[in-house]
């Protein structure tokens, strides 16, 4: 026994230490694109509202579809009174049976015998004191409503849909954002890089100087300009780290993830062409699939749905019911401790003669909230035709300068290297290896802010057609 106790002890603690060595830290989360997507599809506050709103008009659609069957109802009563019904019974009353009978003079003379006959004396009341029991089952079914409840359940599964599109319009958004962010992350990593590498060429520069300043051939003038400007990539440097934490930092924001949590983000900026529809063809792209668009669209089916039911004020509404009960205690003694059964079947229907206009008034109201639904719609998709056409424009111009910057990388690398060759040479002096050198910097980093709009353009693009493909 001590022996199985022990075990246990240790198992126990086996588990608790390590609990405890999980609880130090999870290690760095390593996040391509994809995965980014996923966390903050997963995450997102605002995500798990419209979800919870999904969920809401599930609710909604089943509440009202109760409306088009029958209820049936189950229901039982005790009651205890002192004012129910008795028959009390008294003292009989006695009467004459033998009349006297006249002699011949028509003088009566007493009979020879009386009879007489006990009349019983009763009375009903209602002083008795006892306990009522009632047992019903019920059930009740809207034959005609005006239409209400057909139309209100219509509107209710259009509700349920709109709330899907303003999920997926929900979802659009935070990947537009995460794809932002993302890029933003791989391009401040990869200045980071560029300048760190424009550091070190220009330490290596700075390094060869020295060695001709020490054989002779170069002033001390020389060696001064180029640490000066190699002192000056030093804040750079401070600068680009700093952008890359702060990148970093947003992109966390975006994922809601702990800013203190370590995160590598996996990928490079580098180019590839993208194959993209042509301008009328991404304008017929978002009208088909923009959910912001199909939410007002669903919108006006919905108000649509509300007039009917505003005009169903003019309609009668019938129903039919019936129940079946068992009734104890109300029958007089000694019969009330007899259970009766019984039932009730028949059709109700009523029309509203005058209501103080409060129809007209519902009618009035929900026909002015579907034509502002209209309104925004018609709005919204002049809107769309404006976003599409922008978005694709600025795809356009930042493909044409990412093909341009790209060339200006290729013309600074090859004017580094002839620039070097010739300082070996003696034919240049060394500001113009240093021009080179800046000149090749500025190119990489431009081509990298280049690209970075390129692939941010190209979600905008796909945000602005509503095909952004999201789990």
């Given at each position: 026994?001590?022996s199985r106790?022990?075990?246990?002890?240790m198992?126990f603690?086996f588990?608790?230490?390590?609990?405890?060595?999980?609880s130090?830290?999870p290690?760095p989360?390593?996040?391509?694109?994809d995965?980014c997507?996923?966390?903050?599809?997963?995450?997102?506050?605002q995500?798990?509202?419209?979800?919870s709103?999904v969920?809401y008009?599930?609710?909604?659609?089943?509440?009202?579809?109760s409306y088009l069957m029958?209820?049936v109802?189950?229901?039982?009563?005790?009651?205890h009174?002192?004012t129910l019904?008795?028959f009390?019974?008294g003292?009989?009353?006695?009467?004459?049976?033998?009349f006297?009978?006249a002699?011949g003079s028509g003088?009566?003379l007493p009979?020879?015998h009386?009879?007489l006959?006990g009349?019983?004396?009763?009375e009903?009341?209602?002083d008795?004191e006892?306990?009522v029991?009632?047992a019903k089952?019920e059930m009740t079914y809207?034959?005609?409503?005006?239409?209400r409840t057909?139309?209100?359940y219509?509107a209710?599964?259009f509700?349920?849909?709109?709330?899907k599109?303003?999920?997926?319009?929900?979802?659009q958004?935070?990947?537009?954002?995460?794809r932002q962010s993302y890029?933003?992350v791989?391009?401040?990593?990869?200045m980071?890089?560029?300048?760190?590498d424009s550091y070190?060429?220009m330490?290596?520069?700075s390094?060869?100087v020295?060695?001709?300043?020490?054989e002779?051939y170069v002033?001390?003038?020389d060696?001064l300009q180029?640490?000066?400007?190699?002192s000056a990539?030093?804040?750079?440097q401070?600068q680009?780290?700093?952008?890359?934490e702060?990148?970093?930092?947003?992109l966390k924001?975006?994922?809601?993830l702990?800013p203190?949590?370590?995160m590598?983000?996996?990928?490079?900026?580098k180019y590839?062409?993208?194959k993209?529809?042509?301008l009328?063809e991404?304008?017929?792209?978002?009208?088909a699939?923009?959910?912001?668009?199909k939410?007002?669209?669903?919108?006006?089916d919905?108000t649509?749905?509300a007039?009917?039911?505003?005009?169903g004020?003019?309609y009668p509404t019938?129903?039919?019911?019936a129940?079946?009960q068992?009734?104890r205690g109300q029958d007089l003694?000694?019969n009330d401790?007899?259970w009766?059964p019984g039932y009730?079947?028949g059709?109700?229907a009523?029309?509203d003669?005058?209501d103080g206009?409060?129809?007209?008034g519902?009618?009035?109201?929900a026909k002015?909230?579907?034509q502002?639904?209209?309104?925004?719609?018609?709005?919204?998709?002049r809107?769309?035709?404006?976003q599409?056409?922008?978005a694709?424009?600025?795809?356009?111009s930042a493909?044409?300068?990412?093909e341009a910057e790209?060339?200006?990388?290729e013309?600074?690398?090859k004017?580094?290297e002839?620039?070097?060759?010739?300082?070996?040479e003696?034919?240049v002096n060394?500001?113009?290896v240093?021009?080179?050198?800046?000149?090749?910097?500025?190119a990489?980093?431009?081509?990298?802010r280049?690209?970075?709009n390129?692939?941010v353009?190209?979600a905008?693009m796909?945000k602005?057609m509503?095909i952004?493909e999201v789990?």
């Open positions: 026994m001590k106790w022990l075990i246990l002890g198992v603690l588990y608790c230490g390590l609990g405890r060595a999980q130090v830290g290690g989360l390593s996040l391509n694109l995965d997507i996923k966390v903050g599809l997963e995450n997102n506050l995500v798990k509202m419209a979800e709103q969920d008009a599930e609710g909604k659609v089943t509440s009202t579809r029958p209820t109802k189950a229901s039982g009563l005790y009651t009174m002192n019904p008795q009390v019974v003292n009989p009353t006695l009467y004459p049976t033998s006297p009978v002699n003088t009566p009979p020879d009386v009879h006959f009349f019983p004396s009763f009903m009341s209602n008795r006892g306990d029991y009632q089952i809207p034959v005609f409503t005006g239409f057909t139309e209100g219509k209710a599964k509700e349920l849909d709109v709330a599109a303003d999920l997926e319009s929900q979802k958004d935070l990947v537009y954002q995460i890029y933003q791989l391009l401040a990593k990869e980071v890089k560029v300048i760190d070190d060429l330490a290596q520069h390094k060869q020295k060695d001709l300043y020490r002779g002033s001390n003038l060696v180029v640490e000066a400007k190699l990539i030093t804040p750079q401070i680009v780290h700093n952008g890359y702060l990148a970093q930092l947003q924001n975006v994922l809601n702990d203190a949590q370590p590598e983000v996996l990928g490079e900026l590839e062409e993208l993209v529809p042509e009328n991404q304008l017929l792209q978002a009208r699939s923009r959910p912001d668009l939410s007002l669209e669903l919108r006006e919905q649509q749905a007039v009917k039911i505003a005009q004020g003019f019938v129903a039919v019911f129940n079946y068992w009734n003694p000694p401790k007899v009766r009730q079947a059709a109700t009523s029309i003669l005058f206009f409060q129809t007209l519902e009618v009035k109201a002015s909230q579907r502002q639904v209209i309104y925004g719609e018609e709005a919204l998709s809107g769309i035709e404006i599409v056409t922008a694709y424009l600025q795809f356009v493909q044409q300068g990412v790209s060339k200006n990388v013309a600074a690398q004017n580094l002839a620039s070097q060759n010739r300082y070996r003696g034919m060394h500001l113009d240093l021009d080179a050198e800046v000149g090749l910097t500025s990489r980093a431009n081509y990298l280049a690209l970075n390129y692939y353009a190209k905008g796909d602005a509503g952004m789990e």
